[in-house]
């Protein structure tokens, strides 16, 4: 039990924190991270794994930038959230696949509050508004419950697009 909510708990932290990427809040906190001595002996530590060398493509480069793979432990990261890169080619497109995967995460979002939003209505139907209350007495029934008309309502959502396309 303990552990779940901890594991909800840095769920919730990551979710946060990858809220505020992009905004003008992250900006300022990464202009002020970027400068603290703890962002300075991380960074030291991928330039010494990494040996002068890019990660991604093994060579060379005359000059080698720190990418954060992801942004979910930002001020917190872990090594492996980090690699050393070459300027330009390597950097670039790792900085696009980055951004790929958050959008791709926000576009997960909104299907989530979609969904979110059915059940809801769904359930405030069948029990009232205090619904909540009858499915904390048998969660795993009237999550079944649900799934299965939610299985029926796209199913059938899919055979009326289908019938309007041809
Ligand atoms: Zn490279």
Redesign the pocket.
């Known amino acids: 039990m303990e552990e779940q909510q901890s594991l909800f708990a840095e769920d919730r932290e990551r979710e946060r924190r990858s809220r505020i990427y992009g905004t003008p809040e992250f900006k300022k906190r990464y202009q002020q991270y970027i400068r603290s001595k703890e962002w300075k002996a991380l960074r030291l530590q991928v330039i010494q794994r990494c040996g002068g060398l890019?990660e991604?493509?093994r060579?060379k480069?005359k000059r080698l930038e720190i990418h954060h793979l992801t942004y979910d432990r930002f001020g917190d990261e872990l090594l492996t959230d980090l690699q050393a890169?070459?300027f330009g080619?390597?950097h670039g497109e790792a900085d696009k696949e980055r951004e790929r995967s958050v959008a791709n995460r926000r576009e997960e979002r909104g299907e989530n509050a979609r969904i979110e939003a059915a059940r809801d209505t769904y359930f405030t139907k069948i029990y009232g508004g205090d619904w909540e209350r009858h499915w904390l007495s048998d969660p795993e029934r009237m999550d079944r419950q649900f799934d299965d008309w939610l299985e029926r309502k796209e199913m059938a959502d899919d055979g009326r697009s289908d019938y309007y396309g041809r």
Do not use: K, W, Y
């Open positions: 890019c991604r493509c060579e480069p890169l070459c080619r390597c």
